[in-house]
Protein backbone atom coordinates (compact mmCIF):
# COMPACT_ATOMS: atom_id res chain seq x y z
CA UNK A 1 0.00 0.00 0.00
CA UNK A 2 1.44 3.36 -1.10
CA UNK A 3 2.14 5.81 1.73
CA UNK A 4 -0.50 9.14 1.83
CA UNK A 5 2.33 10.97 2.93
CA UNK A 6 4.25 9.94 -0.09
CA UNK A 7 1.51 10.77 -2.53
CA UNK A 8 1.60 13.85 -0.81
CA UNK A 9 4.67 14.77 -1.51
CA UNK A 10 5.00 13.18 -4.95
CA UNK A 11 2.09 15.61 -5.54
CA UNK A 12 3.70 19.25 -4.41
CA UNK A 13 6.76 18.00 -6.06
CA UNK A 14 5.25 17.93 -9.56
CA UNK A 15 3.59 21.22 -8.30
CA UNK A 16 7.04 22.66 -7.45
CA UNK A 17 8.72 21.59 -10.95
CA UNK A 18 5.91 22.51 -13.05
CA UNK A 19 5.95 26.11 -11.06
CA UNK A 20 9.01 26.40 -11.87
CA UNK A 21 9.23 25.40 -15.25
CA UNK A 22 6.43 28.49 -15.86
CA UNK A 23 9.01 30.84 -13.47
CA UNK A 24 6.33 31.51 -10.75
CA UNK A 25 7.86 32.18 -7.30
CA UNK A 26 5.19 30.20 -5.53
CA UNK A 27 7.23 27.24 -7.04
CA UNK A 28 8.96 27.32 -3.35
CA UNK A 29 6.12 26.86 -1.52
CA UNK A 30 5.30 23.53 -3.44
CA UNK A 31 9.37 23.08 -2.38
CA UNK A 32 9.41 23.50 1.08
CA UNK A 33 6.68 21.53 2.26
CA UNK A 34 7.13 18.25 -0.03
CA UNK A 35 10.92 18.45 1.09
CA UNK A 36 9.55 18.18 5.00
CA UNK A 37 7.60 15.04 3.76
CA UNK A 38 10.53 13.58 1.49
CA UNK A 39 13.09 13.79 4.28
CA UNK A 40 11.42 11.68 7.13
CA UNK A 41 10.30 9.17 4.10
CA UNK A 42 14.04 8.90 3.02
CA UNK A 43 15.07 8.73 6.38
CA UNK A 44 12.89 5.46 6.92
CA UNK A 45 13.76 3.89 4.23
CA UNK A 46 17.92 4.31 4.69
CA UNK A 47 18.70 6.79 2.14
CA UNK A 48 21.00 8.81 3.83
CA UNK A 49 22.34 10.98 1.82
CA UNK A 50 18.99 11.60 0.29
CA UNK A 51 17.31 12.49 3.47
CA UNK A 52 20.28 14.91 4.59
CA UNK A 53 19.51 16.12 1.09
CA UNK A 54 15.99 17.24 2.03
CA UNK A 55 17.48 19.72 4.82
CA UNK A 56 19.36 21.19 2.31
CA UNK A 57 16.30 21.53 0.13
CA UNK A 58 14.51 23.28 3.17
CA UNK A 59 17.08 25.87 3.63
CA UNK A 60 17.12 26.19 -0.54
CA UNK A 61 13.62 26.63 -0.92
CA UNK A 62 13.47 30.04 1.13
CA UNK A 63 16.81 30.73 -0.38
CA UNK A 64 15.51 30.42 -4.10
CA UNK A 65 12.05 32.34 -2.76
CA UNK A 66 13.96 34.98 -1.96
CA UNK A 67 16.67 35.34 -4.62
CA UNK A 68 13.93 35.29 -7.04
CA UNK A 69 12.12 37.90 -5.81
CA UNK A 70 15.03 40.37 -5.98
CA UNK A 71 14.78 40.15 -10.06
CA UNK A 72 17.10 42.30 -12.49
CA UNK A 73 14.84 42.67 -14.84
CA UNK A 74 12.74 45.91 -14.90
CA UNK A 75 9.17 43.82 -14.53
CA UNK A 76 11.07 42.83 -11.33
CA UNK A 77 11.84 39.29 -12.39
CA UNK A 78 14.99 37.15 -11.98
CA UNK A 79 16.38 36.96 -16.11
CA UNK A 80 17.65 33.20 -17.08
CA UNK A 81 21.62 33.17 -17.58
CA UNK A 82 24.34 30.36 -18.83
CA UNK A 83 27.36 29.36 -17.68
CA UNK A 84 30.58 29.06 -19.71
CA UNK A 85 32.49 25.24 -20.17
CA UNK A 86 34.47 26.06 -17.65
CA UNK A 87 32.13 26.31 -14.90
CA UNK A 88 30.45 23.30 -15.82
CA UNK A 89 33.92 21.79 -15.73
CA UNK A 90 34.46 22.89 -12.27
CA UNK A 91 31.00 22.07 -11.04
CA UNK A 92 31.03 18.64 -12.75
CA UNK A 93 34.29 18.14 -10.91
CA UNK A 94 33.26 19.31 -7.59
CA UNK A 95 30.42 16.95 -7.20
CA UNK A 96 32.37 14.00 -8.50
CA UNK A 97 34.71 14.53 -5.97
CA UNK A 98 32.44 15.45 -3.10
CA UNK A 99 30.51 12.04 -4.00
CA UNK A 100 33.58 10.17 -4.06
CA UNK A 101 34.46 11.25 -0.86
CA UNK A 102 31.15 10.69 0.69
CA UNK A 103 30.41 7.28 -0.84
CA UNK A 104 33.23 6.13 0.76
CA UNK A 105 32.97 7.21 4.17
CA UNK A 106 29.27 5.69 3.86
CA UNK A 107 30.43 2.80 2.23
CA UNK A 108 32.76 1.76 5.37
CA UNK A 109 30.59 3.53 8.59
CA UNK A 110 27.16 3.03 7.86
CA UNK A 111 24.77 0.71 6.66
CA UNK A 112 23.70 3.44 3.56
CA UNK A 113 22.38 1.49 0.54
CA UNK A 114 23.91 2.16 -2.85
CA UNK A 115 26.51 5.24 -0.77
CA UNK A 116 28.07 6.30 -4.21
CA UNK A 117 25.54 6.37 -6.37
CA UNK A 118 23.04 7.91 -3.21
CA UNK A 119 26.40 10.65 -3.09
CA UNK A 120 26.16 11.49 -6.65
CA UNK A 121 22.55 11.88 -6.74
CA UNK A 122 23.01 13.89 -3.41
CA UNK A 123 25.53 16.45 -4.27
CA UNK A 124 24.41 16.36 -8.08
CA UNK A 125 21.32 17.46 -6.71
CA UNK A 126 22.81 20.49 -3.86
CA UNK A 127 24.77 22.07 -6.83
CA UNK A 128 21.73 21.63 -9.85
CA UNK A 129 18.87 23.13 -7.00
CA UNK A 130 21.41 26.04 -6.46
CA UNK A 131 21.52 26.37 -10.38
CA UNK A 132 17.51 26.85 -9.98
CA UNK A 133 17.63 29.15 -7.94
CA UNK A 134 19.67 31.56 -10.06
CA UNK A 135 18.23 30.52 -13.13
CA UNK A 136 20.92 29.10 -14.50
CA UNK A 137 19.29 27.54 -17.91
CA UNK A 138 21.65 24.34 -17.61
CA UNK A 139 19.97 23.17 -14.84
CA UNK A 140 17.65 21.27 -16.63
CA UNK A 141 20.44 19.15 -18.71
CA UNK A 142 21.66 18.32 -15.00
CA UNK A 143 18.68 17.39 -13.75
CA UNK A 144 18.33 14.25 -16.83
CA UNK A 145 20.96 12.75 -15.42
CA UNK A 146 20.46 12.83 -11.60
CA UNK A 147 16.42 11.79 -12.06
CA UNK A 148 17.45 9.50 -14.47
CA UNK A 149 19.93 7.81 -11.64
CA UNK A 150 17.73 8.15 -9.31
CA UNK A 151 14.43 6.35 -10.18
CA UNK A 152 16.96 3.51 -10.05
CA UNK A 153 17.27 3.98 -6.04
CA UNK A 154 14.15 4.51 -5.74
CA UNK A 155 12.73 1.17 -7.15
CA UNK A 156 15.68 -0.42 -5.20
CA UNK A 157 14.06 1.40 -2.21
CA UNK A 158 10.62 0.21 -2.76
CA UNK A 159 9.48 3.88 -3.49
CA UNK A 160 8.07 2.92 -6.09
CA UNK A 161 5.34 6.00 -6.30
CA UNK A 162 8.68 8.35 -6.38
CA UNK A 163 10.56 6.33 -8.82
CA UNK A 164 7.40 7.10 -11.06
CA UNK A 165 7.58 10.99 -9.93
CA UNK A 166 11.15 11.25 -11.21
CA UNK A 167 10.25 9.65 -14.11
CA UNK A 168 7.26 11.86 -14.34
CA UNK A 169 10.35 15.10 -14.05
CA UNK A 170 12.53 13.89 -16.89
CA UNK A 171 10.01 14.60 -18.83
CA UNK A 172 8.92 17.64 -17.31
CA UNK A 173 12.75 18.68 -17.14
CA UNK A 174 13.30 18.50 -20.94
CA UNK A 175 10.05 20.36 -21.21
CA UNK A 176 11.10 22.74 -18.52
CA UNK A 177 14.79 23.37 -20.53
CA UNK A 178 13.00 23.66 -24.06
CA UNK A 179 10.52 26.41 -22.71
CA UNK A 180 13.38 27.62 -20.53
CA UNK A 181 15.67 27.95 -23.62
CA UNK A 182 12.88 29.98 -25.44
CA UNK A 183 12.30 32.33 -22.34
CA UNK A 184 16.71 33.16 -22.62
CA UNK A 185 16.46 33.81 -26.30
CA UNK A 186 13.59 35.99 -26.12
CA UNK A 187 15.63 38.14 -23.68
CA UNK A 188 17.56 39.25 -26.40
CA UNK A 189 15.13 39.70 -28.77
Known amino acids: ?13 VSYLLLAMWEKI ?14 VLFWQAGL ?11 GIAVYGWWHWQQGNREDGS ?9 QHL ?3 GGVLALSAGSGFLLSRYT ?8 SFTTWGAVLTTWMVTRKLLENWLYWIVIDGLSIFLYIDRELYLTAALFAVYVVI ?17
Not at 48 to 58: D, G, I, P, T
Not at 78 to 86: K, N
Open 111 to 118: TAAWPYLD
Open 78 to 86: LAISRWQTP
Open 90 to 92: LAI
Open 173 to 189: VIIGFLTWTRHYRAQFA
Open 26 to 39: SCWYAAFVSTAIFL
Open 1 to 13: MTNPWEIAAVLLG
Open 48 to 58: LMESALQVYYL
